[in-house]
């Protein structure tokens, strides 16, 4: 394993005051989100839309690595660029989605494991070779009568160890992301302690398969409220239950935290992150950025709504999103 080739990607990615644009949906998600905006749901429209994203002049100076799917990191722009060529001469450096999605854990309904083991080690040598520098895994927790249940929390834990070893093998950097989902009437105190559970199990299995802490960055929920819950909360309560939560289940060696944003809207997402900056920022062992899919790209693809004519005002919207979540990094998001 290449140790330094590792921190040096994390100290990239995590350590300059930028942060992750997620744009890898898998084509049934990406499908589905241009269903609901009426835009046709073919391969061509999946690449414009992408290259409408990496192609917004100045993202670069907000983004320091973007996550593409496969589809993505297979395809050529408009002007037969590569996706990979073009990133990398912007200084973003490329991740990819390895994980091929969930289905329901069996024995125990309602929860999920993540599949996508086979054959990881031969795709990820191919990934690199492509130019991949970083790669994510997601695994999914639902919070609810007996929910995370102990296999769920094993399975999944494991899984993601084995994904994140074998990436390391290779020179890759494992994003590892476990999510417990916003869906749900549970309360903060209750995505804490099931956000604590899931992370220490994960971290336990992330030992036990020998992965080096300090060449992983950690892709967390933030600690809140479920999205039908009757008790809302303020932006300080979640900021201080979300970093009292990593505090107490995330080792310092950890070097870089980089959160989902889960459903938040947009402006949340990002006033949370902020608030977590001006309480926390300098007593913090770790570095604390985003990686949203959702809370920058909802705005953008209802403004371009698959019409060329909308092009540029999607990006600059793009391009406000990520300013906007750069500005949080140091506390200075105004919303
Ligand atoms: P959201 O920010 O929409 O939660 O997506 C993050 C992500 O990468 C999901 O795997």
Known sequence: M??????????QLVGTNKGLLAMDESIPTCNKRFAELDIPQTELMRRDYRELLIAAKGLGESIS????????????????????????????????????????????????????????????????????????????????????????????????ALYAALCQEVGIVPIVEPEVLMNGQHNLAQCDSATERVLHSVFEQLYRQRVFLEGIILKPNMVLPGKTSHDQENDQTIADATVQCLLRSVPASVSG????????????????????????????????????????????????????????QAQQILIHRVKCNQAALNGEYHS
């Open 2 to 11: 290449n140790q330094e080739l590792l921190v040096k990607t994390v100290k």
């Open 65 to 160: 690595g973007v996550i593409l799917c496969d589809e993505t990191i297979n395809q050529h722009t408009s002007d037969h660029r590569n996706f990979v060529d073009i990133a990398t001469k912007l200084g973003i450096i490329i991740g990819i989605k390895v994980d091929a999605g969930t289905s329901d854990l069996a024995g125990f309904n309602g929860e999920k494991i993540t599949e996508g083991l086979d054959q990881l080690r031969p795709r990820l040598q191919r990934y690199a070779e492509q130019g991949a520098r970083f790669a994510k895994w997601r695994a999914v927790f639902s919070v609810g009568e007996n929910q995370p249940s102990a296999a769920c929390l094993q399975s999944n834990a494991q899984q993601l």
């Open 257 to 312: 935290i980089a959160f989902l944003s889960g459903g938040q809207t947009p402006e949340k997402a990002t006033s949370h992150l902020n608030t977590m900056h001006l309480t926390y920022k300098s007593s913090l062992p770790w570095k604390l950025t985003f990686s949203f899919s959702r809370a920058i790209q909802v705005p953008v693809l209802a403004m371009w709504k698959g019409k060329p004519a909308n092009y540029a």
